[in-house]
């Protein structure tokens, strides 16, 4: 595996990325956050078993010749049919099962896949040699009459299937000429035949997909890649919890070398806000509704404290870095890391996208759950935090390691925050609340007009008193701060456009920080410079640009987070969350209205 042609599978509680070739090559268990089972995207150091690779889960014909994946549909089941020099063919279908069953969502902790031969006498190999300890091990198994046990931590898994296990276990070929399924999940016996059902199981969780796909306000424009792309950040929720991944793996470097190698399996506050924003202008509530869930959770179990940028997908606060020593990395990039300190780290802007993203609560009437006062109290703890701590430094939201500044974009978040409590203090009735909010929200912006303005160059910094630029100054206008039409952003955007573009892409900055200089495009920061493009009448530029972006796309439609300024290869953690926000949020901005068509 050498790029980044990925195509994830998944349930909400398990997912995995299986490469153009029908190899599982990234997946954790019991949840995204966890053990890796699949980690040969990150290169194992050791030999695998009886010439199995470890920590990858492969079908592959004798004499194969080609491999062509795509989706079933509107849902994320993958068919990649294997065609050998022959003309023997097979279908191999590859999904987590997630369906309605007896009055409940059933998504397990399961892998399922199917080989169906469709022409000549192909031979398969099964190739499966899951790995345990961060890629240490080859799991210890047993075999059983129709499985085979993998001692995986944190809890065993079993493979039931009805093609023989003397393969499974020792990855020699065979004549395959019948359909066999392969079902990879918790340690219990599989109820009645396995065949059969993992096809029930695959069907129902087509119309599953299709059903939800089918509530989605779509534009009519790039509408094959929007629902992939909604698809893919509804599998980047755990839904037990309702929190959002930034992505769904650790430590593809930014750059070729750059050591900039990062676990995103955790959930990120900026980072989930934007999720749902994207999700929101489709219609998913769902999504929304979950996640509205864990932050109520996560304010509950501050009890007052600073929160957090990010947390992991239980809510868990402690997400201690380390490095998994046994695996090599992305192409042999390492370092490989688990968890991630920025957990240590201020970043004021949270509470803006905390109260931003429980704001529609208190207005939306198709809620299941409408925000009332008591939230609203709730959240009037998170307006004084903001307060308190708008022009204070902190790390700002691209996570500077070793110096802290007043980002202007952290307390634009934060006047946003006391901004939108004024408004739902409003829409409650509270009066009192409202003034109170109302005057929190003026001094707040008299202070950011008077020190993030840099009347030397005549636009806004990213920091206060200084004349640093960023990306994420291009916000200003989404975050309500500034109308677009206000000549003071109008000059802000030529500044950025200036420092910042290299040709269709986007920096982030163009200063040295902990690393060096950037050496990749910040994908997500393209976008908003197309959104910026739009907002200002510049529409044939703006769409110039989304569709050299749509370019670089993997053949799943998705994106990581960087893209090679020079080959435009992709880099970073895949598939990212912002990068497909970016996509759905431009699509919807550029396409054509319906009417066209009706």
Same mark, same amino acid.
């Given at each position: 595996?050498?790029?980044?042609?990925?195509?994830?599978?998944?349930?909400?509680?398990?997912?995995?990325?299986?490469?153009?070739?029908?190899?599982?090559?990234?997946?954790?268990?019991?949840?995204?956050?966890?053990? *890796? /089972?699949?980690? #040969?995207?990150?290169? =194992?150091? @050791?030999?695998?078993?009886? $010439?199995?690779?470890?920590?990858?889960? !492969?079908?592959?014909?004798?004499?194969?010749?080609?491999?062509?994946?795509?989706?079933?549909?509107?849902?994320?089941?993958?068919?990649?049919?294997?065609?050998?020099?022959?003309?023997?063919?097979?279908?191999?279908?590859?999904?987590?099962?997630?369906?309605?069953?007896?009055?409940?969502?059933?998504?397990?902790?399961?892998?399922?896949?199917?080989?169906?031969?469709?022409?000549?006498?192909?031979?398969?190999?099964?190739?499966?040699?899951?790995?345990?300890?961060?890629?240490?091990?080859?799991?210890?198994?047993?075999?059983?009459?129709?499985?085979?046990?993998?001692?995986?931590?944190?809890? *065993? /898994?079993?493979? #039931?299937?009805?093609? =023989?296990? @003397?393969?499974?276990?020792? $990855?020699?070929?065979?004549?395959?000429? !019948?359909?066999?399924?392969?079902?990879?999940?918790?340690?219990?016996?599989?109820?009645?035949?396995?065949?059969?059902?993992?096809?029930?199981?695959?069907?129902?969780?087509?119309?599953?997909?299709?059903?939800?796909?089918?509530?989605?306000?779509?534009?009519?424009?790039?509408?094959?890649?929007?629902?992939?792309?909604?698809?893919?950040?509804?599998?980047?929720?755990?839904?037990?919890?309702?929190?959002?991944?930034?992505?769904?793996?650790?430590?593809?470097?930014?750059?070729?070398?750059?050591?900039?190698?990062?676990?995103?399996?955790?959930?990120?506050?900026?980072?989930?806000?934007?999720?749902?924003?994207?999700?929101?202008?489709?219609?998913?509530?769902?999504?929304?509704?979950?996640?509205?869930?864990?932050?109520?959770?996560?304010?509950?179990?501050?009890?007052?404290?600073?929160?957090?940028?990010?947390?992991?997908?239980?809510?868990?606060?402690?997400?201690?870095?380390?490095?998994?020593?046994?695996?090599?990395?992305?192409?042999?990039?390492?370092?490989?890391?688990?968890?991630?300190?920025?957990?240590?780290?201020?970043?004021?802007?949270?509470?803006?996208?905390?109260?931003?993203?429980?704001?529609?609560?208190?207005?939306?009437?198709?809620?299941?759950?409408?925000?009332?006062?008591?939230?609203?109290?709730?959240?009037?703890?998170?307006?004084?935090?903001?307060?308190?701590?708008?022009?204070?430094?902190?790390?700002?939201?691209?996570?500077?390691?070793?110096?802290?500044?007043?980002?202007?974009?952290?307390?634009?978040?934060?006047?946003?925050?006391?901004?939108?409590?004024?408004?739902?203090?409003?829409?409650?009735?509270?009066?009192?609340?409202?003034?109170?909010?109302?005057?929190?929200?003026?001094?707040?912006?008299?202070?950011?007009?008077?020190?993030?303005?840099?009347?030397?160059?005549?636009?806004?910094?990213?920091?206060?008193?200084?004349?640093?630029?960023?990306?994420?100054?291009?916000?200003?206008?989404?975050?309500?701060?500034?109308?677009?039409?206000?000549?003071?952003?109008?000059?802000?955007?030529?500044?950025?456009?200036?420092?910042?573009?290299?040709?269709?892409?986007?920096?982030?900055?163009?200063?040295?920080?902990?690393?060096?200089?950037?050496?990749?495009?910040?994908?997500?920061?393209?976008?908003?410079?197309?959104?910026?493009?739009?907002?200002?009448?510049?529409?044939?530029?703006?769409?110039?640009?989304?569709?050299?972006?749509?370019?670089?796309?993997?053949?799943?439609?998705?994106?990581?987070?960087?893209?090679?300024?020079?080959?435009?290869?992709?880099?970073?953690?895949?598939?990212?969350?912002?990068?497909?926000?970016?996509?759905?949020?431009?699509?919807?901005?550029?396409?054509?209205?319906?009417?066209?068509?009706?």
């Amino acid at each position: 595996m050498n790029n980044l042609n990925l195509w994830p599978i998944g349930n909400c509680q398990v997912s995995a990325l299986v490469d153009d070739q029908a190899g599982f090559v990234w997946g954790c268990q019991p949840q995204v956050d966890g053990d *890796p /089972l699949f980690c #040969s995207l990150l290169e =194992p150091k @050791g030999e695998g078993r009886v $010439g199995l690779p470890r920590g990858e889960w !492969r079908f592959a014909l004798e004499k194969q010749v080609s491999a062509e994946p795509r989706y079933d549909g509107n849902s994320p089941i993958l068919i990649t049919r294997l065609t050998d020099e022959d003309g023997g063919a097979v279908d191999v279908y590859d999904f987590c099962p997630r369906y309605m069953a007896k009055g409940r969502l059933y998504r397990p902790v399961a892998f399922a896949r199917i080989v169906r031969p469709v022409a000549g006498g192909p031979r398969l190999k099964i190739m499966l040699n899951p790995a345990t300890g961060w890629g240490e091990e080859d799991a210890d198994r047993t075999r059983g009459s129709n499985h085979v046990r993998y001692l995986t931590e944190p809890a *065993p /898994l079993r493979l #039931s299937t009805d093609a =023989p296990v @003397g393969r499974v276990l020792d $990855g020699r070929a065979f004549r395959i000429e !019948r359909d066999m399924a392969f079902f990879l999940g918790a340690d219990e016996s599989f109820q009645g035949a396995i065949g059969p059902n993992v096809a029930r199981m695959m069907d129902k969780t087509k119309r599953h997909w299709m059903h939800w796909v089918r509530g989605l306000a779509v534009p009519l424009d790039w509408q094959d890649m929007v629902i992939r792309c909604a698809i893919t950040l509804k599998l980047c929720q755990h839904e037990e919890t309702g929190a959002i991944v930034a992505a769904l793996t650790t430590s593809i470097p930014e750059a070729p070398g750059s050591e900039r190698n990062w676990d995103y399996r955790y959930c990120w506050i900026r980072d989930a806000y934007y999720t749902v924003q994207a999700l929101n202008r489709l219609g998913a509530l769902d999504v929304l509704e979950g996640y509205l869930h864990y932050l109520r959770d996560l304010v509950d179990g501050a009890e007052g404290e600073e929160l957090q940028p990010l947390y992991g997908v239980g809510g868990n606060a402690q997400l201690t870095e380390g490095f998994a020593e046994a695996l090599s990395g992305y192409r042999g990039m390492g370092p490989v890391r688990i968890g991630n300190a920025a957990f240590t780290q201020s970043q004021h802007d949270a509470y803006g996208q905390i109260v931003l993203s429980n704001a529609q609560a208190f207005f939306d009437k198709r809620l299941f759950r409408a925000g009332d006062e008591s939230d609203f109290r709730q959240l009037e703890a998170i307006g004084e935090m903001a307060a308190a701590k708008f022009d204070e430094p902190d790390a700002g939201l691209w996570e500077f390691r070793t110096r802290a500044s007043v980002h202007t974009y952290s307390s634009v978040m934060c006047w946003a925050a006391v901004d939108r409590l004024a408004n739902i203090a409003g829409r409650l009735g509270l009066e009192d609340r409202e003034r109170y909010w109302t005057d929190k929200a003026r001094h707040i912006r008299s202070v950011i007009e008077e020190r993030a303005w840099c009347e030397e160059k005549g636009r806004y910094s990213a920091i206060f008193d200084g004349d640093e630029l960023d990306a994420s100054l291009l916000q200003l206008v989404d975050m309500r701060f500034v109308p677009v039409d206000d000549p003071k952003f109008r000059a802000t955007l030529e500044a950025v456009e200036k420092g910042l573009r290299h040709g269709d892409q986007m920096l982030r900055y163009a200063s040295e920080d902990d690393f060096g200089l950037p050496e990749t495009a910040f994908n997500f920061c393209t976008f908003w410079l197309i959104e910026a493009l739009h907002r200002v009448g510049r529409d044939e530029e703006a769409r110039d640009l989304f569709e050299a972006t749509l370019k670089r796309l993997t053949p799943a439609c998705l994106l990581s987070e960087d893209t090679d300024f020079k080959t435009g290869e992709l880099w970073g953690n895949y598939p990212q969350t912002y990068s497909l926000v970016g996509l759905i949020n431009c699509a919807m901005l550029l396409s054509r209205p319906w009417s066209a068509v009706r």
